[in-house]
């Protein structure tokens, strides 16, 4: 009975792994060493980092970033104050980080759509590396360099975003 | 060595003066973040005040547990809780843990009244249960926590979950499943009593009492000096775990809150001490040969 009730929580919960704060190791390996002491959250400058609800399933409580509403701007404070090792202690260089990466949906995105907008492009913080402009004009994300931040998410003009950052951490 | 007149009954006041402030302290921390102001953080999971990093060894025990590795840094920020667990026994419980306060608060005797003729539960009898219980429901926990791979301590840490969410409250956070977990073990106290959760269950504190030397601090009695002994034990009536510290056994549930100490002090004779080792016991033999 008990292996059902785990089948059941890790199925409401590997749906969709949200945004983990920057320096996140793999899921799995996240989930057995965060202890939602909240550190992370309580450092950011910015609000960006908040608890999981219970849709999250097992996760609930832990620390994720709904890129939407508050992105993250790749501080780099909270890697170091993880007291578990959830978060890359060594982790400093924002280039390093990996949070996932940014997807553009070209069905809504602007420029595909003939209007000219550079939303994503201008403020990228790993700028002209990770999102790139094709003929001057339509935006393109290199994974290589994507850190996942989700400022463009942020940014994007249209609604419900057509960048959209598709977390790292499918186990 | 604790021989100044009403030490123990002012150290009883001082453990009070600390449960207050600990629980101020956790109403502050978010407070202070609010301004901007982030040198304190964390809760009772885990806290930074500067530089310094206290981990709960608890929460040490459940990482390593479920992660099946050693972080250096994280057992290390362990060893200013384990220090004082080892010195002072299980201190933090009766000093600092907030729902330890909470349910020393429902002791006021209105509160009591209105909870025996709701739930009509006698007095019951205090009594040393046997050590081996404490240890066995705390292997199941960790056994569970290995079989199943859930971060059971951090569900099921009482201080840890009032910490979070006096802190998601303040900074205006929803409000976790976990106050569900904290609502459903207090009201079954409310209505079981006896401190079933901090005697037997809880693992923040089971973690802690690994750390028991044979010097580690604890009540000893001393029965040539008590006289009342054949007819009223008012130490036992005020130990909030329903103890009796007149009886051996009272480690590994005693958590060193010095409350039968203060009572004892209160009837004018010293006859329950707080002592570091067994020395004592040889120096009464040396008295009485004295006399």
């Given amino acids: 009975m008990l292996k059902f009730i785990v ?27 965060c202890i939602k002491c909240n ?35 790749l501080c780099m404070l909270c890697p170091p104050v993880c007291p578990t090792g959830a978060l890359d202690n060594n982790l400093l260089k924002k280039e390093e980080v990996k949070m996932g990466v940014a997807v553009i949906n070209e069905q809504t995105c602007l420029p595909y759509n003939g209007i000219i907008c550079r939303a994503c492009f201008e403020n990228c913080p790993i700028f002209r590396k990770a999102i790139i402009l094709e003929d001057e004009m339509y935006p393109k994300v290199v994974e290589e360099h994507c850190v996942g931040c989700g400022i463009c998410e942020r940014v994007c003009p249209v609604e419900s975003s057509a960048i959209i950052v598709k977390s790292n951490h499918h186990v | 060595m604790f021989s100044k007149n009403n030490f123990y009954i002012k150290l009883n006041k001082y453990r009070k003066a600390m449960q207050v402030f600990s629980l101020l302290f956790l109403i502050a921390v978010p407070i202070l973040i609010l301004l901007d102001i982030r040198y304190i953080i964390g809760n009772l999971y885990s806290i930074s005040i ?16 479920l992660s099946k590795e050693f972080y ?14 080892l010195i002072f026994g299980r201190v933090f419980c009766s000093w600092m843990c907030p729902y330890n306060t909470l349910l020393e608060l429902l002791e006021l005797r209105s509160i009591k009244r209105i909870q025996r003729k709701l739930f009509k539960r006698k007095k019951s009898k205090n009594k040393n249960p046997r050590t081996y219980i404490y240890w066995t429901i705390f292997s199941v926990i960790i056994i569970s926590t290995l079989l199943i791979g859930l971060p059971i301590f ?17 900074i205006g956070l929803g409000i976790g499943i976990d106050l569900l977990i904290f609502g459903i073990i207090f009201l079954s106290e409310v209505v079981l009593g006896n401190r079933y959760w901090c005697k037997y269950v809880c693992p923040v504190g089971a973690s802690l009492s690994l750390f028991r030397t044979k010097y580690t601090m604890k009540i000893t009695y001393n029965e040539s000096v008590c006289d009342c ?10 130990c909030p775990l329903n103890l009796r510290p007149k009886e051996k056994m009272l480690y590994p549930y005693c958590f ?8 004892c002090e209160q009837t004018g004779n010293q006859a329950l001490t707080f002592a570091f080792t067994d020395k004592d016991d040889k120096k009464e033999n040396i008295n009485n040969v004295e006399v």
């Avoid at chain 1, 399933?57 to 508050?70: D, W």
């Fill in chain 2, 72 to 85: 250096i840094p994280l057992i290390i920020a362990a060893i200013i809780p384990i220090a004082l667990a």
């Fill in chain 2, 256 to 263: 060193n809150c010095g409350r039968c100490i203060k009572v």
């Fill in chain 1, 7 to 33: 089948d059941y929580i890790e199925s409401i919960s590997n749906e969709d792994i949200a945004l983990r704060p920057p320096g996140a190791v793999p899921e799995k390996e996240f989930l057995n060493k």
């Fill in chain 2, 229 to 238: 002994a054949a007819y009223a034990e008012p130490c036992a009536g005020n």
């Fill in chain 1, 39 to 73: 550190k992370c959250l309580q450092i950011c400058p910015y609000d960006s980092i908040v608890t999981a609800g219970l849709e999250h399933g097992r996760s609930f409580g832990t620390p994720i970033v709904k890129a939407r509403e508050v992105p993250c701007y």
């Fill in chain 2, 50 to 65: 500067w530089e310094i990093d206290i981990v709960d060894p608890s929460m040490v025990i459940q990482t390593i547990i």
């Fill in chain 2, 154 to 170: 951090t569900w099921f840490s009482m201080p840890g979950i009032i910490s979070s969410e006096i802190f998601a409250a303040i």
